[in-house]
């Protein structure tokens, strides 16, 4: 067991403890530990520091020498004045023994003294000196000094009476603006605060007088310009710029885009009248020129239900001029360069043979002219549709025919009406 300790906070304290076999011999034994605690705690309290002992392995140590290292500082919960314990134990011949190492107290160590270098006179005048008893200090050198040069130097000190604060005062201000002029200086500051009167002065003649004061006119221009802002909204409520623009598109009918007046520029300004209508010959030539001269452009896709006169024409030319493609389930017109633009499903069950919607008819062979146009043998080779030939036949055959039954009588029709019949038929008005 070792001796009672003192150390200060903060110092790492050593303890010292060896362990013995049940015979009485040394032995390290296992698990060593150790445990601090602080005097005085609670017994249920919690030890300060455990930890675990270092074992001296060095050949001249016995077995079972062990060193503990506590370190007593205040990150440890230790403070100033405690006072602790240190207590071990370990497993030895399936013990397990436990043992007070030693104790310890951190503070000042409490010393009476007697002697300084060995002089005892000089611990008792130090004493009375500080204890204030009455040491003479004329016995030191403190004691004898009289004049501090030391401390004054050699630089021919200021030794008469020293500037009033009022003094100080009044040298400082009145060192010149010019003399300081490092940002944040007063110097600096003084020249800005020159520099806003100036600006200030400036200022108040072009501002004018005030009607009442500053704040009211402000007040006064918030109240208008509340009243602009509610106007303007009203005005777009209103919607304003879209009665303008209508009015700009009335006056462009009237007058044109460049707003010339009406009355000297406008041929059609005055009432047409039963002169100025076109004779029947004038419109003859109109509608032969549109007929012969004027060109029709080609379709891009199906016209509709309700298509123009001349996107129907043109849907009935690009099926007859232009390439058509038949296979058994749809039919696809074309235009000049070969593209598909409409194409229509077809069926036939043996019986019924139907397209959807839309009825254009591609007469593109001699075979299907002539069952068109319903032409007698005895006239020119022909083929007379027949519900008895399968569908493929048919639709080689007669294409685009509905309603062609084979015990449909042909008509008889003179030769001079077989353009006319051709015609109608290609119309739909013939079945």
């Known amino acids: 067991m070792s001796g009672h300790q003192h150390a200060t906070l903060e110092d790492t304290v050593y303890f010292w403890f060896a362990s013995n076999d049940t015979s009485g011999s040394g032995d390290d034994g296992a698990s060593a530990l150790f445990d601090v605690r602080e005097a005085g705690a609670a017994a249920s309290a919690a030890p300060l520091l455990s930890g675990t002992p270092d074992l001296l392995s060095h050949a001249n140590y016995p077995a079972g020498c062990y060193e503990v290292a506590v370190a ?71 004691g004898t000094t009289t004049t501090n040069t030391d401390m004054r130097g050699t ?16 040298q400082v201000w009145d060192e010149a603006q010019a003399d300081h002029v490092a940002a944040g200086s007063f110097g600096v500051t003084a020249t800005e605060i020159a520099d806003i009167l100036t600006d200030t002065a400036d200022m108040q003649p072009k501002l004018g007088t005030p009607a009442a004061d500053v704040s009211a006119d402000i007040a006064a221009i918030k109240a208008e310009t509340a009243l602009i802002v509610a106007d303007t909204n009203e005005l777009q409520t209103d919607d304003v710029p879209g009665l303008i623009a209508t009015a700009q598109a009335d006056l462009d009918t009237l007058t044109g885009t460049d707003g010339v007046t009406l009355a000297t520029s406008q041929p059609n300004y005055a009432p047409a009248t039963a002169a100025d209508a076109a004779s029947p010959a004038e ?79 591609a ?14 043998a005895s006239l020119m080779p022909g083929v007379t549709p027949n519900a008895s030939k399968d569908a493929e036949w048919r639709q080689e055959a007669g294409w685009g025919y509905p309603g062609i039954s084979a015990g449909t009588p042909v008509p008889e029709v003179e030769s001079e009406g077989y353009a006319h019949l051709i015609h109608f038929r290609l119309l739909g008005v013939i079945r």
């Open 155 to 170: 630089d021919s000190a200021y030794t008469g009476t020293p500037p009033t604060a009022a003094a100080i005062a009044d």
């Open 283 to 361: 419109v003859a030539t109109e509608i032969a020129d549109a007929l012969h001269t004027d060109a029709v452009s080609e379709l891009s896709g199906d016209p509709g239900a309700s298509p123009t006169i001349g996107d129907a024409l043109m849907l009935l030319y690009m099926a007859l001029r232009n390439k058509l493609d038949i296979t058994a389930t749809t039919k696809e017109i074309h235009n000049n360069a070969g593209t598909n633009i409409l194409t229509k499903t077809v069926s036939d069950d043996g019986t019924t043979y139907s397209e959807s919607q839309g009825r254009v008819v």
């Open 72 to 142: 007593a500082t205040a990150a440890n919960g230790f403070a100033a004045g405690d006072t602790f314990a240190v207590f071990c134990t370990l497993a030895v011949d399936s013990q397990n023994p436990s043992g007070f190492v030693g104790s310890c107290t951190l503070g000042p160590i409490v010393a009476n003294v007697t002697q300084v270098s060995g002089d005892a006179t000089a611990a008792d005048n130090l004493e009375a000196d500080y204890d204030g008893t009455g040491y003479n200090k004329s016995n030191s050198t403190i």
């Open 363 to 376: 007469v593109d062979s001699a075979e299907k002219r002539r069952s068109l146009s319903g032409i007698q």
